[in-house]
């Protein structure tokens, strides 16, 4: 069964930073790209960064650009997410998943709260 765990969230002040983990099992973790999502109440879940099998590719999303890392552990089945700079428009739960055929494949696990106040 494949399965997500975030971890890492909290409450920040605008400016400040925080490195969300994501483990994942179930699943030949370094097989697959894998990603990083967010929600914010009363939107739709948005794709925050990807990152490929071996790292060798990552991508952002605008609103993140130089201010956001996605990195992974393959030998830990994590991925990471180095968050600074924040800003209050941040404020969401963040998720991870695995991508196939550039969507999001599994179900979804709990997220982690991250609360950027200003």
């Known amino acids: 069964q494949v399965q997500f765990v975030e971890s890492g969230g909290g409450l920040v002040q605008l400016g400040g930073s925080l490195r969300l983990a994501c483990g994942a099992s179930?699943?030949?973790?370094?097989?697959?790209?894998t990603a990083w999502y967010r929600q914010a109440p009363g939107k739709e879940r948005d794709l925050v960064a990807t990152?490929?099998?071996?790292?060798?590719?990552?991508n952002y999303a605008d609103s993140v650009k130089g201010r956001f890392t996605i990195s992974r552990d393959n030998s830990k089945s994590t991925v990471y997410l180095q968050m600074n700079s924040l800003k209050p428009e941040d404020t969401a739960i963040y998720l991870c998943?695995?991508?196939?055929?550039?969507?999001?494949?599994?179900?979804w696990g709990l997220g982690t709260q991250v609360t950027v106040s200003s």
């Open positions: 990152i490929s099998d071996f790292s060798a590719r990552t």
């Open positions: 179930g699943f030949t973790f370094s097989a697959y790209e």
């Open positions: 998943n695995r991508r196939i055929g550039n969507m999001a494949y599994d179900s």
